[in-house]
């Protein structure tokens, strides 16, 4: 996460009642979360092998670990993976930029995981305790948007990975990902470019700036 999100909950006011963390890999945001009070957490992690490391990093009974990739259908697809980078670049897309903008990191095999779409999963979930997503899917995040929009009508705040290149094949763009987030009145009110080609944002709905 390249946003400080201490300074963000400082500086907006953020009021948040549990994260629902999609793309967990190995759960590096947990402590934060648990230093700032968060109990309730749903980590999604496609990877069996960073899902295994999830679970053995947060010892916490209250977490619910989901072994699933979102998205906007129910179906088995291939994930396209890299293992130089602890696969935190791996993605339902094909790399494109990525593969010059970080040579030494190759995608040398591909894995089969289940997706689903996240408005599926949270009926069966008490949606007011959960009313903040962090998003990173390595391009796919427009997506897992277009299968959580029943979702996004209970969400106060997102932190996305948005992208201005196309690093992975026909990933959305950061304006196309606003265009989207706004028909469910979120506006970015912060953006990280880091990255260069891809940073990370912050979405409130109803942002008063």
């Known amino acids: 996460m390249l946003l400080d999100f201490q300074s963000l909950l400082n500086k907006y006011d953020l009021n948040i009642r549990g994260v629902i963390h999609i793309g967990a890999h190995i759960g590096q945001e947990y402590q934060i979360y648990k230093n700032n009070g968060i109990r309730n957490c749903i980590f999604f992690e496609p990877l069996k092998d960073n899902f295994k490391k999830l679970k053995e990093n947060i010892a916490d009974d209250e977490v619910i670990f989901v072994n699933k990739a979102l998205g906007n259908e129910e179906k088995l697809i291939l994930m396209n993976v890299e ?3 602890g696969g935190q670049s791996s993605s339902i897309l094909k790399p494109k930029h990525h593969l010059t903008q970080y040579p030494h990191i ?13 408005d599926n999963f949270m009926v069966n979930m008490n949606y007011e305790n959960f009313n903040f997503i962090n998003i990173d899917v390595q391009g796919y995040e427009l997506e897992v948007f277009k299968g959580s929009s029943e979702t996004l009508k209970k969400i106060d705040y997102i932190i996305a990975e948005v992208n201005r290149a196309e690093l992975y094949e026909n ?6 990902i606003d265009d989207y987030l706004s028909k ?7 953006t990280s470019w880091e990255g260069v080609t891809w940073g990370d944002a912050l979405y409130v709905k109803n942002a008063k700036l």
């Open 83 to 85: 293992s130089v980078n």
């Open 106 to 118: 190759t995608f040398d095999k591909t894995e089969e995981v289940e997706m689903i779409k996240l």
């Open 184 to 190: 469910f009145s979120f506006e970015r009110v912060e």
């Open 171 to 176: 990933c959305a763009s950061v304006f196309q």
